[in-house]
C-alpha cells in the first residue's frame, strides 16, 4: 500500500517556463511534507517542506502547495534551469517521525 | 547541515558474500539511519541506528542480514550479508536535522550490484 504516491515518473519542462511536480498521499495524519532533490551519483537534498498546517510555502524559485482536503501537495519550480534536472522526491512524516518516500519523478529541463 | 561521507561509493560483488559500508558524520548526532533504494523505487527506511544500544529494525529486514554497528556519535557501519542479486542497491546512511519537521541529510551513497 503506497501511501506517498508521484504518478509522474518523468518530466520534461522548457528551460525558464514552470515545473510542476505532484504528488499525493492517503494518510491524513502526516504532518509534514518535504521534497527532496537527486542528482545522480548523490544523496536526496532536501530542498524545500511544509507543514500539514499550512497552504504554500516558498523559498526563492521553489514554491510548495499543500491541498489537505484532495491529499495532494505540489512543487512549482519557476523559472526552471538546466541546473533543476534531477529526480525529485516528496516524502511525508507520520505519527512516529518517520518520513513515507515517493518513487520520485524524473525532471528534465530541456534549453 | 551535516557532512556525511560513506566508504565505498560503489561496488561490485559476489553472491554470498558481505560487504559493509561506512558512514561517518562531521557532528555528533543521536540517531542515524540507513535506507534503501532499490532500482526505480523509492527511499526504504532500514533500520535507526542508536549511540550504545541495538539498532532498530523496519518491517522485512532483520539484523542478522544487515547488522549495523554504532560504536560513537559520528559513524555507523551497515552489513549486507550473504548477499543476493537482489541486494543490488543503492545504501544512503542520513541524519537528521533535530529541526522537527523532519528534514534528513543524506551521505552520497553506496551503490552495490551483487553478481
Known amino acids: 500500500d503506497q501511501q506517498v504516491k508521484q504518478n509522474s515518473p518523468s518530466l520534461s519542462v522548457q528551460e525558464g517556463r514552470i515545473s510542476i511536480l505532484n504528488c499525493d498521499y492517503t494518510n491524513s495524519m502526516f504532518d509534514y511534507f518535504l521534497w527532496y532533490k537527486k542528482y545522480p551519483a548523490e544523496g536526496p537534498t532536501f530542498l524545500i517542506s511544509i507543514s500539514s498546517i499550512k497552504d504554500k510555502n516558498e523559498d526563492g524559485r521553489f514554491t510548495v502547495f499543500l491541498n489537505k482536503s484532495a491529499k495532494h501537495l505540489s512543487l512549482h519550480i519557476v523559472p526552471s534551469q538546466p541546473g533543476d534536472s534531477a529526480v525529485y522526491f516528496c516524502?511525508?512524516?507520520?505519527?512516529?517521525?518517520?518520513?513515507?518516500w515517493g518513487a520520485g519523478t524524473k525532471l528534465i529541463i530541456k534549453p | 547541515s551535516a557532512v556525511i561521507s560513506q566508504k565505498p561509493s560503489r561496488d561490485i560483488c559476489q553472491r554470498g558474500t558481505s560487504l559493509t559500508i561506512q558512514c561517518q558524520v562531521d557532528?555528533?548526532?543521536?540517531?542515524m539511519f540507513w535506507y534503501r533504494q532499490q532500482p526505480g523505487q523509492s527511499l526504504t527506511l532500514i533500520a535507526t541506528a542508536n549511540q550504545g544500544s541495538e539498532a532498530t529494525y523496519e518491517s522485512g529486514f532483520v539484523i542478522d542480514k544487515f547488522p549495523i554497528s554504532r560504536p560513537n556519535l559520528t559513524f555507523s557501519t551497515l552489513t549486507v550479508s550473504n548477499m543476493s542479486p537482489e541486494d543490488s542497491s543503492i545504501y544512503l546512511c542520513?541524519?537528521?536535522?533535530?529541526?522537527?519537521?523532519?528534514?534528513?541529510?543524506f551521505g552520497e551513497g553506496s551503490r552495490l550490484t551483487v553478481l
Open positions: 542520513s541524519v537528521d536535522n533535530a529541526g522537527g519537521s523532519g528534514e534528513l541529510f
Open positions: 516524502a511525508a512524516r507520520d505519527s512516529n517521525y518517520q518520513l513515507i
Open positions: 557532528s555528533q548526532v543521536t540517531m
